[in-house]
């Protein structure tokens, strides 16, 4: 079975610009996560969807917004990029976002802005 | 607080054991994981804890949870230059926006 899924594995923009990222969970899971992971330090949750509903909002600015479909694939995007915004976008999925369930993650993508 | 707290960094020589620490602040937390992250790559799950449990033994990983300190430490036994990799601790807090807090990660190096 394919794991967590994300796409590009790079992307370089330059500041101002807007970037979307995307990722497929897990088949069967219906609940996704996203996770910002900026160099040397540990991931930080920006937003969880469950069933196409956001279910959770971490502390990032309005620039970031996410969307998940009905088949559960989701998209982050950022808007008027920022150089602080260049890290590691990761997606995770669980099937069905409770609290206690294990979260697998992607490999990423390497977000880089100039 | 949300802050998980690890060391930086570990260097071992390989065949030797391995302990990583890690505290935690939220005394309601239900599950604790572990993960691994090779270099350019994305987060692995390793092992994980309930909350009502002591120990948890899978192969070569043993995890050790003190509720009272808030304390979790991950064992690798008989390390080897493949567990080089940076380790993470996260926990999973049943209040609030974040369905997982990390630590900063333990970088784990291996030396031959």
């Known amino acids: 079975d394919a794991g967590v899924t994300q796409s590009p594995t790079h992307l370089i923009k330059t500041r101002g610009q807007q970037v979307t990222l995307r990722c497929s969970p897990i088949?069967?899971?219906?609940?996704v996560s996203w996770y910002q992971q900026v160099l040397g330090q540990g991931p930080q949750f920006i937003f969880q969807?469950?069933?196409?509903?956001?279910?959770g909002r971490g502390n990032f600015p309005d620039r970031f917004s996410a969307r998940q479909f009905p088949n559960y694939s989701s998209e982050l995007n950022v808007n008027a990029l920022l150089l602080g915004d260049s890290a590691l976008y990761l997606c995770a999925s669980s099937p069905t976002g409770w609290r206690g369930e294990k979260l697998f993650f992607g490999s990423g993508t390497q977000l880089s802005v100039l | 607080g949300e802050d998980v707290e690890q060391s930086l960094f570990l260097s071992v020589r390989e065949g030797d054991s391995s302990v990583i620490n890690c505290t935690y602040t939220d005394s309601s937390s239900t599950y604790l994981y572990w993960y691994k992250q090779e270099p350019g790559a994305g987060l692995q799950l390793l092992t994980y804890i309930f909350s009502n449990m002591d120990m948890k033994q899978d192969q070569r990983l043993t995890v050790l949870l003190n509720k009272k300190d808030k304390h979790l430490s991950l064992r690798i036994a008989d390390t080897q230059t493949g567990d080089s990799a940076i380790y993470f601790c996260?926990?999973?807090?049943?209040?609030?926006?974040?369905?997982?807090?990390f630590g900063k990660g333990t970088r784990l190096s291996v030396i031959a």
């Open positions: 996260a926990e999973s807090q049943p209040q609030g926006n974040t369905p997982l807090v």
């Open positions: 088949s069967g899971h219906k609940s």
């Open positions: 969807y469950y069933e196409k509903e956001e279910r």
